[in-house]
């Protein structure tokens, strides 16, 4: 997963993720922005689950919600969620492709994402 961080012509912190995880540049710059308080909650229950004291956590924003399990990360846009069930959304033969709605990871690297995130900010 390749990622560049910068900011904006505004002075926005904005991310650029490699093709197939463009939907997490959009959640970080739109949803999680330089909000370090829920950064740090998210890192937190990233750590819970690598504890195994969670076996997943979901966070609901604005546009985007954040589902994490013990292995995986995935963001989904809620206008994607509206449309379709989760369980159609996982099904093979779901026949559209629209890297900026969806995108998943494992979590190791999305927790290691995070992180630069964080420093960058």
């Given at each position: 997963?390749d990622?560049?961080?910068?900011?904006?012509e505004?002075?926005?912190p904005?991310?650029?993720?490699?093709?197939?995880?463009?939907?997490?540049?959009?959640?970080?710059s739109?949803?999680?922005?330089?909000?370090?308080?829920?950064?740090?909650v998210i890192?937190?229950?990233i750590?819970q689950?690598e504890a195994?004291?969670q076996?997943?956590?979901?966070?609901?924003?604005?546009?985007?919600?954040?589902?994490?399990?013990?292995e995986?990360?995935?963001?989904?846009?809620l206008t994607?969620?509206?449309?379709?069930?989760?369980?159609?959304?996982?099904?093979?033969?779901l026949?559209?492709?629209?890297s900026?709605?969806r995108?998943?990871?494992?979590?190791e690297?999305?927790?290691?994402?995070?992180?630069?995130w964080?420093?960058?900010?």
């Open positions: 997963m990622y560049r961080f910068f900011y904006n505004r002075q926005i904005t991310a650029r993720l490699s093709m197939d995880h463009e939907a997490f540049g959009l959640w970080l739109d949803e999680l922005g330089n909000n370090k308080e829920q950064l740090d890192l937190q229950a750590g689950l195994g004291a076996r997943e956590y979901q966070w609901q924003g604005r546009d985007f919600l954040l589902h994490l399990t013990r995986d990360a995935e963001v989904t846009a994607l969620l509206q449309e379709y069930s989760l369980e159609e959304l996982e099904g093979e033969d026949d559209f492709y629209d900026e709605s995108a998943a990871c494992g979590l690297d999305f927790k290691d994402l995070l992180i630069e964080r420093d960058f900010l």
